[in-house]
């Protein structure tokens, strides 16, 4: 079972529901695997996992980082190529568009401005904040991870479009959230990372479920034999998904669990 975070098992408080810790469990006491997969970086996946009590790796970054919650151990690791990281950080800060470069578990700013703070308020758990000037020069010798931009909706929506054209078959380019736009490296996406994760442990496609609410989750939501829609999802992921469950603010992840995965056990 993969389940979303942000939108999907936690909403704007930032607070994992008791009815879905207790679904969770549940469905763990069972043998069913659970992961997070999300477009987080592990640190700040990590609390909600321990508030999960998640036994599996975890899908981050969109699916470029696959690291285990209790070991450490990283299973899977696909950094941005530099020389057209560095091309989509130049292409955006000459936008005027705040961008992250997450390198390692930091966060590589070219300068501070009113959008990190708004980034922030996502991460109360911190993070060491780098400020290069050059940011990318530092993208090209130190290839990120992930490359996040922040910005009003409808210009997430135009420079998705525009660096989607720009960049085919070099970076992969999705929308997480209303205001943050994402590349990683070609091929990444939770659907392959999901793909990879099941495979490892030995569970077939049509034994896996899917939660999501955002473009980014549509790929895993087609991959898993069960993909289902958070009910404030986008209407891409609604129409995708094979149901629709309660929203976030009434613990749907909990309800699909009960629905699709604990009853008559």
Known sequence: MALDLDGTVIG??????????RAVAAAQARGVHVTLATGRSFEAALPFARALAIRDPLICYQGALVRHPL??????????????????????????IFVVACVGERLCIAG????????????????EIVVAPDLAALAAATPPTKLLFVAAPAVVARELA???????GRLAVVRSHEHFGELTAPGVDK?????????RLGIAREEVLAIGDQENDLPMLAWSGLGLA???????????????????SEAGVAEGLARYVLAGT
């Open 191 to 199: 659907g392959a990372a999901l793909a990879a994760l099941a495979g």
């Open 230 to 248: 958070i009910g404030n999802a986008v209407p891409a992921v609604r129409q995708a998904a094979a149901a629709v469950l309660p929203p976030v």
């Open 71 to 96: 070991t450490g151990e990283i299973s899977h690791h696909q950094p941005m190529p530099g020389p057209p990281a560095a091309e989509a950080v130049a292409a955006l800060l000459a936008a005027n």
């Open 12 to 21: 704007a408080d930032l607070v994992v529901p008791d009815a879905v810790r």
């Open 162 to 168: 525009a660096l989607g054209a720009r960049f085919a």
């Open 112 to 127: 501070r401005r009113p959008e990190l703070d708004f980034y922030l308020r996502f991460h109360p758990e911190g993070g």
